[in-house]
């Protein structure tokens, strides 16, 4: 069985795994990816680990402009080197020196692909610019052209809309303009503020010609029919996709691609607007300064075997829950609620245990003192089957109520989690407080 079988709800009411879910010590409840606010830190180039700022990185197209990828399997390309005769004309006539010149070339560790097989100069440099500046196109500028002045005619259409809604409604009552506080020109002014500049040039929505689709194309040559395939001297689909303003077809006009930036971000919770994940902000480090994932708070539930399930029948099926804190933490199961969505799709009818299940505190050091680790917890040993440090194992009762489909079961977890207030000053340190924990969580135990 998968872990993606195991799903807990969040608070917003979706079901994730547990791995994919933060948790809010302020809220005390379960944050999904959707629930939180996700915020930009930094951008970085993967391969040189280099900071790049915001403004330099929209300026750049969000892409290292030092590090260059293959066009034909996206590795790294590397500099290498090569000695070349020097060479000089004489009447017409190419005379050699006898002497040589290194000269630099980029290469491909992994598919030997290099930019001489593309017919790309040598640099002098190794640290020059190995890619030209690409002249912008002028089709596409002018669609870009276009859609920015027609996007300010909406605008501009929709303000004028909103006054004209506005001066009926102020006729009806008898009320005029004059009598408003702002005056004509300042009324102007503010529409002119909430749509930008306020102005569009008519010219370039008319003289637009759109695209149209033809209904014939140009025949192929005949080569293609004739001639035998050779599949390596054009470009492959990814290849194409990779670079669509210079429309590749053969694979000798493939160029160097830079490699695209990648960010660092953090996620805030939405209701309390306290950070849930913050990492740090060297690229090189994979260490977080606000880390709240769900797993270090929250009872790790998982299936550990499962025989074979006949319906109307009860079946024994193992499970586990692993305690994440530093405490002991008595857990108990309840039935799930009719209020949940899931409800409905329960194909089971479970026993779950009638007491609580006490699961031991987190000790790295356990596996190492065997003596300190052994504890009695008095365990009914009907119900629970192995015990292990903060791993516990039982078992419950489950019976299909389904002939054929899914077998669908849920419950409610329940534990007390210690929220603690931070302060300053050690001596207005309050006591733990205990909150009650109740996530739902939905489990598909396979098909019958």
Known sequence: MTECEVNYTCACGKCMPLIHLFFCKYCVTLRCPKCVSHEVDSYYCPHC?????????????????????????????????????????????????GQFKKVYYLQCSFCFWTTRDVNQPDKAASNGPWIEPQVEDTWMTGIINYYRHLIQKEKVEMEKRKRQRRGSFLGSLGISDKLLPFSKLARSSFSMNLTGTGQFDENVLNNFTPVEPEEETEPADEK?????????????????????????YYACDLKPNCTHLMVKRSQRCRECEHNLSKPEF?????????????????????????????SGEF?????????????????????????HFFYSKLTTEIQLPSKELVLAARDD?????????????DDDPEIVVARRMNKLTFVINV????????????????????????SIRPEEQKDPEDVNVMPCVTVVLGSI
């Open 282 to 310: 060297n690229p090189s480090s994979i260490k977080f300064k606000i880390h709240q994932i769900a797993l270090r708070f929250v009872p790790r539930f998982r299936i550990v075997k499962m025989g074979s399930l006949t």
């Open 399 to 422: 019976k299909p109520l389904v002939t054929s489909g899914d077998v669908t079961m849920g419950f409610q977890l329940k534990y007390k989690y210690k929220a603690m207030t931070p």
């Open 224 to 248: 293609y029919y004739s001639a035998p395939g050779e599949p390596y001297h054009y470009a492959s689909i990814a290849s194409r996709i990779n670079q669509p303003s210079n429309e590749v």
């Open 49 to 97: 680990l280099e900071n790049i700022p915001s403004a330099e990185a929209k300026s750049m197209k969000n892409k290292c402009q030092s590090c260059l990828e293959c066009p034909n399997c996206t590795n790294i390309l590397q500099v290498r080197s090569a000695q070349v005769p020097m060479v000089r004309r004489e009447a017409g006539k190419v005379k050699g020196f």
């Open 315 to 339: 079946s024994k099926v193992q499970f586990s829950l692993t305690n994440p804190t530093e405490y002991n933490l008595p857990v108990e199961l309840l039935p799930l609620p009719e209020s």
């Open 365 to 377: 050091t356990a596996q190492y003192d065997t003596e300190s680790a052994i504890q009695d917890f």
